[in-house]
């Protein structure tokens, strides 16, 4: 379990962290591309509605893109079980790729406020 009073010091990401929060998110973009491959058992239409979900359209824009009635999406999730399962995934990476991005613009602020401290400790000891 992770300790969270850690100190700040300790919340500060690696370089190699980075690299790797940077490949996970190219990684599911890439994956994005591939829903056809993920969900063979869907209809092109309903995969063509996750598509648009997951590139952050709500289900009323997604459902008005696939020329459907607003309300087809949640109907489908409701009926279809198949469907409710590739939504939740889809939902799943969402947030995923929310939190990685989180992670990352914590991360470049830490190494410029370390950078800044950095240069700050050694103009203050070139001084002296």
Do not use: C
């Amino acid at each position: 379990m992770i300790n969270l009073l850690e100190s700040k010091e300790e919340n500060i990401l690696t370089q190699e962290q980075i690299q790797s929060a940077v490949m996970i998110i190219q990684a599911l973009h890439k994956r994005k591309d591939s829903f056809q491959i993920l969900f063979p058992e869907l209809s092109a239409e309903k995969q063509n509605a996750l598509h648009f979900i997951s590139e952050g359209k709500s289900y009323r824009e997604a459902a008005l893109i696939i020329k459907r009635n607003h309300t087809i999406i949640t109907q489908w999730s409701k009926n279809d079980p198949k469907f409710k399962q590739a939504l939740d995934e889809v939902k799943m990476e969402i947030q995923k790729s929310i939190r990685l991005k989180e992670m990352l613009s914590q991360a470049v602020n830490e190494m410029k406020t370390s950078t800044s401290q950095n240069n700050e400790d050694l103009r203050t000891q070139a001084i002296q």
